[in-house]
């Protein structure tokens, strides 16, 4: 019966303009007792009305900010992992929000008496304006992108958003080329579809494609299948491994601790689809990494993550 389901899903066809559907796979933990996890929110569509069944309400996405900057959370990015948590501030705990596929109603410039301007209420209109008014918040959201469409919606302003993204603080990371589900996709058309992306980043982007290295796997799945992850981390762009840390969608906050048990756990860090969960829900979890000692703000956080982080290790 499953089989017959999969099949169907597989045959299953989105219609242009609309969001895929997302499989998610089974949590791969348990909730722990460790004090390590960091959750990481999953987004789509923020939109008035909502758009589709993995949007959100411009104002339940405001309404999660302000709940997670009362519950005590710092914005990070991938990169703030790779440095440590370095730039957390001691009485904050870390909270990773990402979007998936760049959609338009992420990031919007609107054109207004000839001059350009973010759309207040796009995902980075709110989010400017909402981190404008609690730095203490930090500031910095993840963007997938997936090439299957126009990145953001206005063609004309793809470069100028790409660099005004990282110039403020935010990050973008891999989709793929055409939203491709490893799970379905042959390992031989995982090049194209890690590496053809870098190559269209880097004609906007340049030398700072170099900071593109975290995957959100389209379908939230990457398969689990022997050695998939060495296989993932050996594709180089420009001599770098083009993807150093892997985002999955499964319904889990990962314990860092455990993920780094492992060289593989780095590319199967969980996140939730906030479309199906709330900050509440969010804040149940008993693993989210609380607040800790430092006596000295260049400590090496000892107490946030157990070592340092090293992606480099398959
Ligand atoms: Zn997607």
Redesign the pocket.
């Known amino acids: 019966m499953t089989g017959i389901l999969l099949s169907l899903l597989f045959l299953w066809t989105p219609e242009i303009g609309t ?2 559907i ?1 499989e998610h796979s089974d949590p791969e933990e348990p909730l722990s007792n460790t004090t390590s996890g960091i959750p990481v929110l999953m987004y ?1 569509h923020v939109s008035d009305p909502v758009d589709g069944y993995y949007g959100v309400s411009t104002d339940r996405f405001r309404s999660d900010l302000e709940k997670l900057y009362a519950a005590g959370f710092y914005l990070i990015t991938p990169s703030d992992l790779e440095n440590g948590l370095m730039q957390v501030p001691a009485d904050r705990r870390p909270v990773m929000l990402t979007l ?2 760049g959609w338009q109603d992420n990031f919007t410039f609107l054109e207004t008496h000839g001059s350009t301007e973010i759309d207040p209420l796009c995902v980075v209109g709110i989010l400017e304006r909402f981190c404008d008014q609690n730095p203490e918040f930090g500031r910095g959201v993840t963007f ?1 992108i ?1 090439w299957d469409k126009i990145p953001f919606g206005q063609e004309e302003y793809i470069t100028e958003k790409f660099n005004l993204l990282i110039d403020m603080g935010y990050s973008i990371g891999n ?1 793929t080329n055409m ?1 491709s589900d490893f799970i379905t996709l042959p390992r031989s058309k995982w090049d194209r579809a890690v590496l053809l992306p870098m190559e269209k980043f880097h004609r906007s982007l340049g030398l700072r494609t170099s900071e593109i290295f975290a995957m ?1 796997y ?3 799945r990457f398969p689990k299948d022997q050695g998939a992850e060495e296989y993932l981390s050996h594709f180089q762009f420009q001599n770098r491994q083009a993807v150093r840390i892997g985002f999955l969608a499964n319904g889990s906050i990962s314990s860092m601790n455990r993920l780094l048990d492992s060289p593989e756990g780095i590319f199967r860090i969980g996140r939730l689809d906030m479309s199906q969960y709330s900050v509440q829900r969010v804040l149940g979890w008993r693993n989210l990494m609380t607040v800790g000692p430092r006596d000295n703000l260049h400590d090496p956080l000892p107490p946030r993550l157990r070592q340092t982080l090293n992606f480099n290790t398959i």
């Open positions: 969001t895929s997302l789509h998936d596929d997938f997936s989709h939203h959100g389209p379908g939230g």
